[in-house]
């Protein structure tokens, strides 16, 4: 069986799920772009001052269209980056807009660079766990009211990995759509295999603000993913029980799903969400609270209930270093990430504002420890080996068995980073502690990295173009 | 117990639906109205120095704050002209472009705790609204930018650089806020203040009209 965490049982996720409905009736959802609205009232629905009623048939319509789980693929640029959502393996996928890196040499906090996103996205494209490869970081370099066009750049110059980012209007959607198409030599073939998804996050309590609304409806009108998330902050913009918020934001979810199918039917959407607590002393959002993973948790069974691929932020990690409470927001989370949902969104610390290379390293390696941890189990002659039981006998050895020498590699996890052997050869080899022996694989990794381009000269200087000619249309929209 | 020490432990516990009446019975007995408002803007200086050593949350502060509003309100028609009900004025928003406002409401809450009255513009000002808005409240002490995401940065370099050529500027402090808002940032782009976080944003605009 697969592994799995639960924290609502099945007639709860149906308590939930039939309240949003009503919610999504009743009170409904204020869409603020015009052009949305319209498509619900053409749908039946009944729009009073911005906001649109939506009928249940109309949610109920949109989750028959949309692609689910058990055929979703998440494209890669190149086939060898596909990941197969039904495979049931999780991975890490880059959370974006990190303002701040802690600088690969000196190790001080430091505004993040247009060379940071570069090394950065280099460097994951070397990480097994990682699916998406999203800008990590924000150059804080680059002309500020354009960065989105320049993170993409910079990102589709640097992977063969999904990215996820985000846009700003349905003029940032087109651009990023033509970066990406550059790279794989023209529109037609993008639009075969997208391997761009963009951010839709609505503006909790029950809105989506107009610059929102166009992302979500042009990526559909491209069907290019639209990774959906409502993530509302308990006691700020979600009530303060974790029960009411997940209404609320599997509401918010559900409205923009049918939104994306009544543009365009049969648009890929991801389920996701940011819901997440405040402490109530600092009035700091929480990434790694209990009740931001419990929440985490509940809505990847949603998402799942409604047939989606999910994507759930659990490893964005409060911590503000590699320490002890950093090493177990990363555990906490990424257990119930692993057991409950697809894509874990990761990677960052100082809850989302700070990258520390080494931590890209150890991210890899508790993801890779994961994928382990819920591999489902098969029971058959092979791992049964009841053949290899009589061989060893009774008190015997199975070090010596073929039995062992041909499965120890696939049964057993084995770390890169992670200390395993006694206490004098771990002296031996320097005492180092975990973020120091990350730091060096990091360090040897971007030496490595340092000058290798993936695309031509010419597809590059292609892409930088549209970055830089952003700038008059970046000036005038809102986000 | 004195009328005045139970309407300043009233402020103080968050009792809000028994301030009207407290003050009232305490105008009744003859206190004066000024004395009553010096009372519970100490008793706010007595829940502030609880939040700040951890005995108290913010939605308990929160409670304390509204109870005062409201008591507020009933000594406002009495008090007379001279008599200031608090710390000056604050004007904040979120520059324009940006539609991200929950700082700054955590903002607007911590500052009105500490006595400011606050005029919200929203989100999404205008650099036009700011300056108008500082113009027709000249009692203004305080002036309160936010940019949420690092491509509304420009945008409040733009704000602070058009409020830094008015006339009014030496009359006013600016201050700055938002998550990728750095004090360099600040600094540069000519900015009296950063600050991090709602409480010590509250704290500075405390220390600037003291």
Redesign the interface.
């Known amino acids: 069986m697969q592994p799995e965490v639960c924290f609502i049982n099945q007639k709860e996720i149906e308590l939930i799920h039939e309240k949003a409905l009503e919610m999504l009736e009743d009170m409904g959802m204020k869409f603020e772009a015009a052009e949305a609205r319209e498509y619900f009232v053409k749908a039946g629905a009944k729009e009073e001052d911005g906001i649109v009623k939506i009928p249940r048939n109309i949610i109920e319509d949109g989750l028959k269209t949309v692609p689910k789980r058990d055929t979703f693929v998440l494209y890669g640029r190149t086939p060898d980056k596909d990941h197969r959502v039904a495979d049931n393996v999780p991975t890490l996928a880059a959370m974006t ?1 990190a ?1 701040h890196v802690l600088d690969i040499e000196t190790g001080k906090r430091r ?1 993040a660079t247009d060379r940071d996103l570069t090394m950065i996205t280099r460097i994951m494209e070397h990480l097994d766990a990682v699916s998406s490869a999203s800008a990590l970081v ?1 150059p ?1 370099d680059v002309p ?5 066009w320049y993170t993409w750049a910079t990102s589709i110059k640097n992977t063969t990995k999904h990215i996820t980012g985000g846009a ?1 209007g349905k003029e940032g959607v087109r651009d990023a759509i033509r970066m990406a198409s550059l790279a794989v030599g023209s529109e037609e073939e993008f639009l075969k295999r997208p391997f761009i998804s963009f951010w839709v996050l609505t ?1 909790p309590p029950l809105r989506v ?1 107009e ?1 929102t609304c166009n992302v979500l409806m042009e990526s559909a009108r491209f069907k290019v993913p639209s990774v959906i998330s409502s993530g509302g ?1 308990l ?3 979600s009530p303060m029980s974790i029960e009411s918020a997940l209404v609320h934001t599997h509401a918010e979810i559900l409205a923009c799903v049918a939104l994306s199918q009544l543009v365009n039917s049969g648009a890929p959407v991801i389920y996701s969400s940011y819901v997440r607590s405040m402490d ?5 959002i929480n990434m790694s609270s209990p009740e931001s993973i419990i929440m985490k948790g509940a809505m990847a069974q949603l998402g799942r209930y409604v047939g989606l691929p999910t994507e759930m932020p659990a490893n964005l990690r409060d911590g503000k270093l590699m320490d002890a409470q950093h090493g177990f927001e990363t555990g906490m989370g990424g257990t119930v990430g692993a057991l409950s949902c697809d894509f874990i969104v990761g990677m960052q610390l100082d809850m989302d ?1 700070l990258v520390d290379y080494a931590d890209l390293i150890y991210s890899q390696e508790c993801m890779s420890n994961l994928q382990r941890l819920v591999r489902p189990m098969s029971f058959d002659d092979e791992t049964l080996a009841y053949d290899n039981m009589e061989e060893a006998g009774h008190g015997g050895s199975f070090l010596d068995s073929d039995h062992t020498l041909f499965n120890y590699q696939d049964e057993l996890w084995n770390p890169t980073v992670m200390e395993r052997g006694n206490y004098e050869n771990w002296e031996a080899k320097g005492s180092k502690d975990i973020h120091e022996v990350c730091l060096e694989k990091a360090r040897k990794l971007y030496d490595e990295l340092k000058d290798v381009e993936i695309l031509p000269e010419d597809v590059r200087k292609a892409i930088d173009a549209i970055a830089a000619e952003s700038g008059e249309k ?1 000036k005038h ?3 | 117990m004195s009328k005045i020490e139970e309407v300043s432990n009233c402020v103080v516990s968050g009792k809000a639906k028994l301030i009207n009446g407290l003050v009232q019975e305490a105008l009744d007995e003859g206190c004066q109205p000024f004395e009553l408002l010096n009372a519970m803007i100490d008793a706010m200086g007595i829940v502030g120095e609880r939040f700040k050593n951890n005995e108290i949350f913010v939605p308990e502060m929160l409670v304390s704050a509204k109870t005062m509003k409201r008591g507020v309100a009933i000594l406002k028609p009495l008090l007379a002209n001279g008599d200031s009900t608090g710390a000056g004025k604050f004007v904040i928003g979120t520059v324009a472009g940006d539609l991200h406002d929950i700082g700054k409401n955590l903002v607007c809450i911590m500052i009105e705790s500490a006595g400011f009255e606050v005029i919200d513009l929203g989100v999404d000002v205008p650099i036009e609204k700011f300056i108008e808005t500082v113009r027709e409240n000249p009692d203004v002490k305080i002036v309160g930018c936010s940019a949420l995401l690092t491509t509304t940065m420009p945008s409040l370099r733009d704000t602070v650089a058009a409020l830094n050529e008015q006339d009014f500027r030496p009359n006013i402090k600016i201050m700055v806020g938002g998550a990728p808002i750095t004090q360099e940032f600040a600094d540069e782009i000519g900015a009296d203040a950063y600050t991090p976080d709602a409480a010590s944003a509250a704290q500075k605009a405390k220390e600037f009209v003291a």
């Open positions: 807009m303002t505004q924000t804080q500020m009211q354009a960065s989105d700003v503006m603000d610059n902050i006691g700020m913009s109530m002393r600092t009035m700091c504002l970046a929209i809102k986000r």
